[in-house]
């Protein structure tokens, strides 16, 4: 089992920035991909970012003039820096982990509670 837990949600205006976090406990060593998702309510969750344990990364090509993707395995602890945020960008944002460096959200068996950004001036 894998516990993951995020913060660094919040509010904040339109251009501002958000830096949120997600340490991952547990048998970890089976989980070495990480991810992040957002997701609006009543649509789907999608994925913004991911993270391996060969520190390969990958952002969605719409984000990746703003949002960076982050691991400190040192402290199992995955971030993603957000900046110039806009209003579309508020979703809660929820953190994943699985074996799989994989945009699809079904291969991640473990996820946290989730983290709401919301953008907004």
């Known amino acids: 089992q894998v516990q993951l837990v995020e913060s660094g949600g919040g509010s904040v205006q339109p251009g501002g920035s958000l830096k949120l976090s997600c340490v991952a406990t547990?048998?970890?060593?089976?989980?070495?991909?990480m991810a992040w998702f957002r997701q609006i309510p009543g649509k789907e969750r999608k994925g913004v970012a991911l993270?391996?344990?060969?520190?390969?990364?990958s952002i969605v090509d719409s984000l990746k003039d703003r949002f960076t993707i982050s691991k400190d395995s040192a402290k199992n602890t995955l971030y993603l820096q957000m900046n110039n945020l806009k209003p579309e960008d508020t979703a809660i944002y929820y953190c994943?982990?699985?074996?799989?460096?994989?945009?699809?959200?079904?291969?991640?068996?473990?996820w946290g509670q989730g983290t709401q950004v919301t953008v907004s001036s």
């Open positions: 994943a982990a699985g074996p799989q460096f994989s945009w699809s959200s079904a291969s991640y068996p473990y």
């Open positions: 547990g048998d970890i060593k089976t989980t070495p991909s």
């Open positions: 993270s391996n344990g060969d520190r390969a990364t």
